[in-house]
Each structure stands twice: as structure tokens, then as C-alpha cells.
């Protein structure tokens, strides 16, 4: 019997790159019955989460079949994360590289077999659909890491991508290369890759558990998981502020399009982590002008970008009807700051003057 599982596990492996090729069938059977069989495999551990195999079945989240995707999400969140704990964080980045179908990165080899294939398995372009579908995986991955696994991806995304695209070792002409920045942004900017403050390892957990969450040992175990945590966090915001402000400088000088959304996941980040940045700019008075600054020109000229698309709209909606400013605005406020307040108000005024409309008062 031991013999026939290792001739099996042989043969598996032998053409296990051509079977997940069927999970890009056009035929809807066709993928789900090859998804089906290859997590049998899986759980019986004739075939093991690496690789290609593990790669390939990223697709399956965002799969056009409902059915598909409800097998993936069990599958990813239920089987693997007891199987292979580990596996999400360790090709985190990896992935972002492959579904961008991006190879312009000097520390990457197309190491995953040929260009036509990885295209096969990729979710290239810079479109709301494939970024969307993008994103739906790295939070599907980021739901299954522990605490601490979390913060090194933060740090990793850092590291790997964006002081790489300082660096020069990831190509910013490249477009691929550019749609990996973009998802790197939207990565550290969303809400599943933060922990809060209270929170520590989980590591730290197991032990309150073991020692009795009411007794004292447990309470200062929770306690020495959260100065953890949080000094795990301010270390982690002291490297990337700067990381942040040098690659600002060099997306400036070659007027990249990626600058508003390196600033709008700057906005979240000091909204986020505002306590361990305020300890980082009391040091560095000149940092902290720097900041504050450069958030102001950003929400200044998102500020001014917005009137002015509100005014266009309504000039397209209709030329008789008098065109609303105001209502328009304030559909938009979610996107607006407090800080940008006067600069819409001055913007209403230039409006008043232009008789686009004759009484405007911002409340």
C-alpha cells in the first residue's frame, strides 16, 4: 500500500502542472470537477500546497462561478489554514508579482514556467475589474495570517516593492511593475493587514489560555503582547515613513500617476498609526514639516480636482437646469478632510464669480 501512495504521489507530481491547467478551462464542469479533485488530493496529502499548484488555485476566488467561489473560499479558509498555516504569508508577495503577470522586478526569475502560461494564470491590468479581483485574493490571504505575520507582510511590502522601486530594482516605467505598486498601496492601506493596538501574538494568546485568562499571569502576559505589538509598530512606521517620502520625491520627477495613491494610503496610514507617528515627528521637526505639507498640497488639489468635476458633470446633466455645486460637494465630502474646508469655500467663491451659481453658502 506504501509503495502504490508513492507511485501515485509520483505520478501526480509528474503532471500536476498540466492538470491545474484545467482550472482556467472555459468550461465551467471542467473547473469546478478539476478544483474538486484536486483538493481530495490535497487533503489526503497526495499532492502538497507549493508551488504552482498553490499559485493556481488563487484563480478560484474570483472564479465567474458562484459555485466555484464558495468552494475556493471554504477551501482556502477552513482547509488550508489548518493544512498549511504558514502558506499565505510566505507567498504573499510572490503572488502580488504573478497575478500582475509582472517581471520587472531584478530579484525575480520567471522561475513559474513560461511567459505564456503565467499570462494564463494572471489578473493583469490596471481596469476597476482586475484590481478589484486582485484585491478580493490578498484579502482572502491577509484573513488567514496571525497577528504578527501581518505586520512582517507590512513590513515585507515595504521592503520588497516600494524601497524596491526607490532602489531602482523594480522598473517604474514598467506597466506591470506600476499595477504592483498600485496593489502594494491598496494592500497597506486597507483595514485587514492592521491589527489594533490591544492586540498581541498569537503566541501571546495561547499563553493567557493556558494560564487562565482571569489570573494575573494572563493579565500580564496580555499586557507584555500589547508593548510588544506596539513597539513592533512603531518600529515598523519609523522605517516606512521615509520609505513613503523617498519614493514621493522620485514618482514627482517622472510625473507618475501613482503619486495620488501613494498619498492616499499616506493619508490612511497617519490616520492609523497617528499615535506612533506623532512620537516619530517630536523627533524630527523637519519630517514633520515635510508631512504636513505635502498632505496639504494633496488635499488641496484633490479638493480642487473635485469642484471641478462636479462643475463638469453638471454642465453635461443640463445646460437649462441651474447646476447645484453645493449638493455635489457634499456627495463627495466622504472623500474630502477637514483640513480642505477653507479651500472649498474659496473654490465656491471663484464659482460665485463665474455666476455658475449666484447664492453658494458652505454650512
Known amino acids: 500500500m506504501e509503495n502504490l501512495q508513492r507511485i501515485i504521489f509520483l505520478f501526480l507530481?509528474?503532471?500536476?502542472?498540466?492538470?491545474?491547467?484545467?482550472?482556467?478551462?472555459?468550461?465551467?464542469?471542467?473547473?469546478?470537477?478539476?478544483?474538486?479533485?484536486?483538493?481530495?488530493?490535497?487533503?489526503?496529502?497526495?499532492?502538497?500546497?507549493?508551488?504552482?499548484?498553490?499559485?493556481?488555485?488563487?484563480l478560484s476566488l474570483v472564479d465567474e462561478s458562484e459555485k466555484i467561489r464558495q468552494l475556493a473560499d471554504y477551501l482556502f479558509g477552513s482547509?488550508?489554514?489548518?493544512?498549511?498555516?504558514?502558506?499565505?504569508?510566505?507567498?504573499?508577495?510572490?503572488?502580488?508579482?504573478?497575478?500582475?503577470?509582472?517581471?520587472?522586478?531584478?530579484?525575480?526569475?520567471?522561475?513559474?514556467?513560461?511567459?505564456?502560461?503565467?499570462r494564463l494564470f494572471s489578473i493583469?491590468?490596471?481596469?476597476?475589474?482586475?484590481?478589484?479581483?486582485?484585491?478580493?485574493?490578498?484579502?482572502?490571504?491577509?484573513?488567514?495570517?496571525?497577528?504578527?505575520?501581518?505586520?512582517?507582510?507590512?513590513?515585507?511590502?515595504?521592503?520588497?516593492?516600494?524601497?524596491?522601486?526607490?532602489?531602482?530594482?523594480?522598473?517604474?516605467?514598467d506597466i506591470t511593475a506600476q499595477s504592483v505598486r498600485q496593489d502594494a498601496f491598496q494592500i497597506l492601506a486597507c483595514k485587514e493587514?492592521?491589527?489594533?493596538?490591544?492586540?498581541?501574538?498569537?503566541s501571546d494568546s495561547a499563553e493567557i489560555d493556558e494560564e487562565g485568562g482571569d489570573s494575573g499571569g494572563g493579565s500580564a502576559a496580555a499586557a507584555r503582547g500589547r508593548a510588544i505589538t506596539q513597539a513592533v509598530r512603531k518600529g515598523l512606521i519609523q522605517n516606512t515613513i521615509p520609505i513613503f517620502?523617498?519614493?514621493k520625491r522620485l514618482l514627482e520627477s517622472k510625473n507618475s500617476p501613482l503619486v495620488g495613491s501613494l498619498m492616499e494610503c499616506l493619508r490612511i496610514l497617519?490616520?492609523?498609526?497617528?499615535?506612533?507617528i506623532d512620537d516619530i515627528l517630536v523627533a524630527d521637526k523637519q519630517l514633520q514639516k515635510e508631512l504636513i505639507y505635502d498632505m496639504q498640497k494633496y488635499d488641496?488639489?484633490?479638493?480642487?480636482?473635485?469642484?471641478?468635476?462636479?462643475?463638469?458633470?453638471?454642465q453635461k446633466s443640463s445646460s437649462n437646469k441651474s447646476p447645484d455645486?453645493?449638493?455635489?460637494?457634499?456627495?463627495?465630502?466622504?472623500?474630502?478632510?477637514?483640513?480642505?474646508?477653507?479651500?472649498?469655500?474659496?473654490?465656491?467663491?471663484?464659482?460665485?464669480?463665474?455666476?455658475?451659481?449666484?447664492?453658494?453658502?458652505?454650512?
Open 124 to 173: 493583469r491590468g490596471s481596469d476597476e475589474s482586475s484590481r478589484s479581483k486582485r484585491m478580493h485574493i490578498y484579502v482572502s490571504l491577509l484573513k488567514q495570517m496571525a497577528p504578527e505575520h501581518l505586520l512582517a507582510t507590512f513590513a515585507k511590502l515595504c521592503a520588497e516593492i516600494l524601497a524596491a522601486a526607490s532602489d531602482g530594482m523594480l522598473d517604474t516605467e
Open 270 to 276: 497617519l490616520k492609523d498609526y497617528k499615535n506612533e
Open 13 to 58: 507530481h509528474s503532471y500536476i502542472a498540466k492538470i491545474t491547467k484545467c482550472l482556467c478551462d472555459p468550461c465551467e464542469l471542467v473547473r469546478r470537477q478539476t478544483f474538486i479533485l484536486l483538493s481530495r488530493l490535497l487533503q489526503r496529502d497526495y499532492v502538497k500546497w507549493r508551488g504552482v499548484l498553490f499559485l493556481r488555485f488563487l
Open 245 to 247: 517620502i523617498e519614493l
Open 79 to 118: 482547509i488550508l489554514k489548518v493544512k498549511a498555516p504558514l502558506l499565505a504569508y510566505n507567498s504573499f508577495v510572490e503572488d502580488i508579482f504573478i497575478l500582475n503577470d509582472c517581471h520587472a522586478h531584478n530579484g525575480h526569475t520567471d522561475s513559474q514556467g513560461s511567459r505564456v502560461e503565467s
Open 325 to 363: 455645486v453645493l449638493s455635489l460637494l457634499v456627495e463627495n465630502m466622504h472623500i474630502i478632510s477637514p483640513t480642505s474646508q477653507k479651500a472649498i469655500q474659496n473654490w465656491l467663491q471663484q464659482l460665485q464669480m463665474q455666476r455658475l451659481q449666484p447664492q453658494l453658502v458652505l454650512c
Open 300 to 314: 488641496s488639489a484633490k479638493t480642487k480636482s473635485t469642484a471641478t468635476e462636479a462643475v463638469a458633470k453638471m
Open 193 to 202: 493587514i492592521r491589527i489594533p493596538t490591544n492586540r498581541g501574538s498569537s
